[in-house]
């Protein structure tokens, strides 16, 4: 016992001057007392079978619906403070569906998507400013060679666990003027305008899996 308290009576004043400067010697750099840093932004990687991008054109006087299939990207975030994280989506032009494969043909050609020499859509955040749920998530949107910021509506759907890892979703739209993207092919309507809208509505609904470490 009197010698453990031997070694303490020792070890502390050791501490304390391990930590404090002596007169006219430089302070030493290691802080006595420091806050611990804050934890590494995880990466949540897009499940595409549970993902997806979906827009809405005017047709004439109602309108038509699509999807691409092929979705992929990460989320890096902390999932407590995710309106500091950044969001990067990659869509791949070609899997884009209507349900009507002439049609489908049409926009991967160079009238409209031309998929074979821009294969990919892509949407990378700048940044995110948060009410809540919901944000308004600012980024770039590059199409057919294009970049142009737009701003997304978002809303965080949900943050829970998983047998595959703990899994966030987030669900956003934004309507963007595809003619500014290069995509001008149109027709003129008989009785007068066009056949399609230039406004493109565009859904996004993602849910993405943070792997267990």
Do not use: C
């Not at 007169?23 to 949540?44: I, K, L, N, R």
């Not at 990687?45 to 979705?71: A, E, L, M, P, Y």
């Amino acid at each position: 016992m009197l010698a453990r308290l031997f070694a303490a009576a020792v070890l502390v004043p050791t501490l304390i001057l391990s930590t404090t400067s002596a007169p006219g010697t430089p302070a030493s750099s290691t802080p006595a007392s420091s806050t611990p840093a804050p934890a590494a932004p995880s990466v949540w990687t897009i499940d595409n079978t549970h993902s997806g991008v979906g827009f809405q054109i005017r047709h004439f006087v109602s309108k038509v619906r699509g999807k691409f299939k092929d979705v992929k990207g990460t989320i890096t975030a902390d999932e407590s403070a995710w309106h500091d994280g950044v969001i990067d989506v990659e869509i791949a032009t070609a899997s884009i569906s209507t349900d009507n494969d002439r049609r489908d043909g049409h926009l991967k050609s160079p009238d409209f998507f031309a998929a074979d020499s821009f294969p990919v859509i892509r949407f990378k955040s700048t940044r995110i400013e948060r009410s809540g749920d919901n944000a308004k998530i600012h980024g770039n949107l590059t199409m057919r060679g294009v970049t142009r910021p737009v701003v997304l509506d978002g809303t965080l759907t949900g943050i829970m666990k998983s047998a595959q890892g703990d899994r966030i979703g987030f669900e956003a739209s934004t309507t963007v003027n595809r003619v500014d993207y290069g995509v001008k092919w149109n027709r003129a309507a008989e009785a007068g305008g066009a056949m399609l809208g230039d406004e493109v509505k565009v859904e996004i609904n993602i849910e993405a899996v943070r792997a267990k470490s």
